[in-house]
């Protein structure tokens, strides 16, 4: 059975930062993703990994910086210079696709539960 489990959200001040991990049980997925959502809003993509390389939201790129441990089978979401807008709950999700179809479109196979990332003005 596929599990991607998130870890690493917190409460933070503007400005800090945080590492977000997804674990990927089973399989190393060639096409895997952050997505994020706040209560109310439409899941939105953050950024994702393929084959082809990397993309990411224009309301976070230069701020963070998604990468992969092959070894660990593991994602993360390096996010730097936090911002309160960028408190929700985040998203790993994971497509066995070579190539990210779905991009920053919250089309993919598998997710994770969430993990909450606060942001305090």
């Known amino acids: 059975q596929v599990q991607l489990v998130e870890s690493g959200g917190g409460s933070v001040q503007a400005g800090g930062s945080l590492r977000l991990s997804c674990a990927a049980s089973?399989?190393?997925?060639?096409?895997m993703a952050w997505f994020r959502q706040t209560p109310g809003e439409e899941r939105e993509g953050v950024a994702y990994?393929?084959?082809?390389?990397?993309n990411y939201a224009d309301s976070v790129q230069g701020r963070f910086t998604i990468s992969q441990d092959n070894a660990k089978n593991t994602l993360y979401l390096e996010m730097n210079s936090l911002k309160p807008e960028d408190s929700a709950m985040y998203y790993c999700?994971?497509?066995?696709?070579?190539?990210?179809?779905?991009?920053?479109?919250?089309?993919?196979?598998?997710w994770g539960q969430g993990t909450q990332v606060t942001v305090a003005s």
């Open positions: 990994k393929d084959k082809l390389g990397t």
């Open positions: 999700a994971a497509d066995p696709s070579v190539i990210c179809g779905g991009g920053l479109v919250p089309k993919y196979k598998y």
């Open positions: 089973v399989y190393r997925y060639p096409c």
